[in-house]
């Protein structure tokens, strides 16, 4: 434990105690009875005013801290908190909230970012960064140890939603609206799936099947020399001369030979591993070294030696499984079906939708069928064919994806080979993510559903499903795919609505110096309109751009006697303007608000560009009145229409 961490004096507040006045929340330790154990809990609240703290011991009460690390801005949540757990009746629950309320807390105070707890953009920061977080570890293969459930991230979220309502006095809706919501649920969650790996990283790892599949055909089929070599878009190349690559022992003795030929691609010297552990002399233990490298060395001549060693039939037992996988990803058929695809001719033949592998497998109700893959994937499975060969050694089975057994013999691959092989990628390849079978059928389902146009008859027929399977299981995107398409289909969206409004890209706006009493000032800028002329369009701008009118002052912008001032309080004014707008976003059909409102915010930031290219320095400006209108110090007239919009329900 760090010298910095003390044993603070605590006050210990009995839960059950109302009438008590908290003076110092950062002393403050919570009492609540330990549910059906004997004896009292302790919550230490006050230790979350300090961004420092080490482990609690059961010998104490409270956990020490930095004292140093007292951050003011935490007093207020700590009150509340409080406040608020002391009001609960279910000590159990009690206990719970407040572990993930820490969670929370504990990463905030890991982070390189400062978030300040009594600063409103800064909470809702560390919430969009938290869910963040949260939904990358619920997309995490769990080789890390660092996967969770959706329901664990549901719960940490809600959490974390509350002790940003709580430091900022926003509500609930404004909190959600923030980031990405996660249900407790998948069934919830009916427009994205927040588990399936996005098209990019289900690629790199299909990448690495193949990759696995080449190298072992090149070891077991023609012969080659060990290691194999592991490439992957995501790791470093890694050598394959044992399975058992770094391992915890390996890892932590102070000389392992095993430890350093994952980097390299030929068998090393004993000189050369003497240079790298840096060994000189002839002392015992450097000879109990040497017999290590020996002992090493002679495993790696007889596997090489050896066609047949048992580490060539492990090899080849893993590719059966990485060809598995990667068959399952070119033809996206169910598991079950896979495992237990039976052949007869093993030839690849043509079909209507490209090539079909003359395999077929029963299903309910005598139901046939034929997984079929592109000819890109052709070269792929005839090598595995080959491979299958070699692993059969003579003897038959109609299985396409064969396990030899010693025991057992030769049976179907099951879930402890999928899992051993998921192991070894873990280990030599630790940033390449895991793709399970049912990942690898719902992006294919999901491709198919794209290229089809969304025709479910087609790609039901496709995958041998009926469409209610499909819609339910297989037809919704990753969340990093689904975000890039909508994303897409937003901009595109919102290009139409600004193309339609005018004919040239860039109009230009005319910038004063200073204020003139014959000028009218407007609530989005000034008015050089002469007495006897009417509002018009300015030159560039479309008839299906807002109409000008005296009436409207949003419609300003797009009239030709437009113009503003370079100064702050007219930035305020379209800063003001802007902000509203967003703020009905939430409420808005996105095609209406797109089409009504996007013109609008178009040409406020084509105004605010124009005035950046004047003078730099009012970027600075921009952004500085930007923050404080996000604060609540909007422009006075548009500040009675935010304040209209919040009362009548449009904006919340």
């Known amino acids: 434990m760090s010298s910095n961490f003390i044993h603070r004096q605590v006050v210990v507040i009995d839960a059950k105690d109302t009438n008590v006045e908290v003076i110092h929340p950062q002393l403050a330790v919570l009492m609540i009875n330990n549910g059906a154990d004997i004896g009292k809990r302790y919550l230490d609240i006050g230790s979350l005013c300090y961004t420092r703290r080490g482990k609690q011991l059961h010998t104490k009460i409270g956990c020490p801290v930095d004292l140093s690390s007292l951050d003011k801005s935490r007093t207020p949540f700590a009150q509340a908190l409080i406040e608020q757990l002391s009001a609960g009746d279910s000590r159990p629950v009690i206990a719970k909230d407040f572990d993930t309320y820490k969670i929370f807390v504990d990463w905030i105070d890991t982070q390189e970012s400062h978030y300040a707890f009594d600063d409103m953009q800064s909470m809702k920061q560390a919430y969009s960064d938290y869910t963040g977080y949260l939904l990358h570890r619920m997309n995490s293969s769990g080789i890390s140890g660092q996967s969770i459930k959706q329901t664990t991230a549901s719960s940490y979220q809600a959490a974390a939603r509350k002790l940003v309502i709580t430091t900022t006095d926003l509500s609930e809706p404004e909190v959600n609206s923030i980031a990405t919501y996660i249900p407790r649920r998948s069934t919830h969650a009916n427009h994205v799936n927040l588990k399936l790996p996005n098209a990019d990283t289900q690629a790199q790892t299909f990448a690495v099947l193949i990759n696995y599949i080449d190298e072992a055909h090149r070891a077991l089929v023609k012969g080659d020399a060990l290691p194999l070599h592991l490439r992957s878009p995501k790791d470093e190349l890694c050598y394959l001369y044992s399975l058992h690559l770094n391992s915890v022992k390996s890892q932590s003795a102070e000389f392992s030979t095993s430890s350093i030929l994952v980097e390299l691609p030929t068998f090393p010297t004993w000189e050369e591993v003497k240079g790298h552990f840096g060994l000189m002399g002839d002392s015992a233990e450097l000879q109990n070294m040497r017999a290590n490298y020996d002992d090493t060395r002679q495993r790696h001549e007889k596997n090489n030696n050896n066609s047949r060693s048992w580490l060539r039939i492990r090899i080849g037992a893993h590719a059966v499984v990485a060809g598995m996988l990667a068959f399952i990803a070119a033809t996206g058929c169910n598991l079950k079906v896979a495992q237990n695809l039976a052949v007869g001719t093993l030839k690849i033949v043509s079909s209507t939708q490209g090539q079909r592998f003359s395999g077929t497998k029963a299903r309910a109700g005598g139901k046939t069928v034929e997984p079929e893959f592109g000819a890109r994937f052709a070269p792929v499975f005839k090598k595995y064919l080959e491979l299958r060969t070699w692993v059969l050694n003579g003897a038959h089975s109609t299985l396409v994806f064969p396990v030899v057994s010693n025991g057992y013999g030769v049976a179907p691959v099951g879930g402890s080979s999928i899992n051993g092989f998921k192991r070894l990628l873990s280990r030599a390849l630790p940033k390449t993510i895991w793709v399970t079978p049912t990942q690898w059928r719902k992006n294919v389902s999901y491709q198919y559903v ?115 001032h370079a100064d702050e309080e007219d930035l305020r004014r379209l800063l003001s303007l802007r902000y509203l707008i967003q703020a009905i976003k939430a409420k808005q059909p996105s095609d209406h608000w797109q089409s009504k409102f996007g013109p609008t915010v178009h040409r406020i930031d084509e105004v605010l560009s124009a005035i950046q290219d004047i003078d730099a320095s009012y970027e600075s400006i921009i952004n500085r009145v930007r923050d404080e209108i996000e604060c609540g110090a909007l422009d006075p007239f548009w500040a009675i229409h935010f304040d209209t919009l919040v009362t009548i329900g449009t904006v919340s």
Not at 457 to 477: D, G, I, W
Not at 493 to 511: G, K, N
Not at 514 to 529: A, L, N, V
Not at 532 to 543: D, L
């Open 450 to 564: 794209k290229l089809s146009g969304s025709d479910m008859s087609v790609t039901a027929e496709k995958l041998s499903n009926t469409e209610a399977t499909l819609r339910q299981s297989y037809s919704r995107p990753a969340l990093e795919d689904y975000a890039t398409e909508i994303s897409h289909f937003l901009e595109a969206q919102y290009q139409s609505a600004i193309t339609r409004t005018r004919t040239v890209e860039l109009i230009p706006v005319r910038i004063l110096d200073k204020k003139k009493d014959e000028i009218t000032t407007t609530c989005t800028g000034s008015c050089e309109k002469p007495p006897e002329s009417q509002p018009q369009h300015a030159q560039g701008f479309t008839a299906r751009a807002p109409t000008p009118s005296c009436v409207d002052p949003e419609s300003c912008l797009f009239c030709a006697h437009y113009a503003v």
